[in-house]
């Protein structure tokens, strides 16, 4: 099950998915279309250039960078985009601000979260919803519309979920993130499912068709993902 998202800016479409990196990231644009044209980036990698030339073609002014988690893959574009953006806002959660203080040595405008906030891109708004397990700051954002697209980092892919053995990660928190999740499926519907890495053949799914196929969502403990 595909549910394509455009890998370069389409006129009216609200959200562009790119490939970058030796890791197989997916750092995403989330674009207001209204004018003036306004656009965020999630999860910048190395490769910022690819992306920062279609907002430029498309005449977007680039307003935040949003954080799924610190870790170095999710986290390298950082740097050259304050080169250029010194004062560009990071919204990251509060448990991630020490990691990325470590990793970038550049004055960051760092937005903290805590779960709950809610982002503004013009006429958009984006939600931090906190999903701690791969790694304890972990967020997902959740952008609502007439398709409601959530952006889930590490936390969840398709057809499996983050790895807890890394440092702050919790095979305990990332089974009650599943279980969050879970439940707001009957408030999003179809939400489609926007991961941080291409490791399945697809590049999207579904939030409902990940709750009925995906093992991790067939887990009924802790103990259950753990072995898996």
Request: glycine residues 6%.
């Amino acid at each position: 099950m595909t549910h394509p998202v455009p890998t370069q800016l389409q006129q009216n479409q609200p959200v562009t998915q790119f490939e970058l990196g030796t890791q197989r990231n997916f750092v995403y644009a989330i674009l207001n279309w209204s004018t003036p044209r306004r656009a965020v980036l999630i999860d910048p990698q190395h490769d910022i250039q690819t992306p920062l030339d279609e907002l430029a073609r498309w005449n977007f002014e680039l307003t935040a960078v949003l954080l799924t988690h610190s870790h170095s893959d999710h986290t390298a574009g950082v740097p050259a985009l304050l080169e250029r953006f010194p004062k560009l806002p990071i919204y990251v959660h509060t448990a991630e601000t020490k990691r990325l203080k470590k990793l970038h040595t550049h004055a960051l405008e760092l937005h903290p979260l805590s779960g709950g906030e809610k982002i503004p891109l013009g006429a958009l708004e984006l939600e931090a919803i906190h999903t701690p397990g791969h790694s304890a700051g972990e967020c997902c954002y959740l952008l609502r519309g007439e398709t409601n697209y959530l952006f889930t980092g590490d936390m969840l892919f398709i057809g499996d979920c983050g790895r807890t053995d890394l440092e702050t990660g919790s095979t305990e928190e990332m089974f009650e993130s599943l279980q969050k999740l879970r439940k707001l499926a009957g408030e999003l519907g179809d939400a489609i499912i926007l991961p941080g890495h291409h490791y399945a053949p697809a590049c999207t799914s579904t939030l409902q068709h990940e709750i009925a196929n995906s093992p991790v969502f067939q887990c009924r403990s802790p103990q259950d993902l753990a072995r898996l």
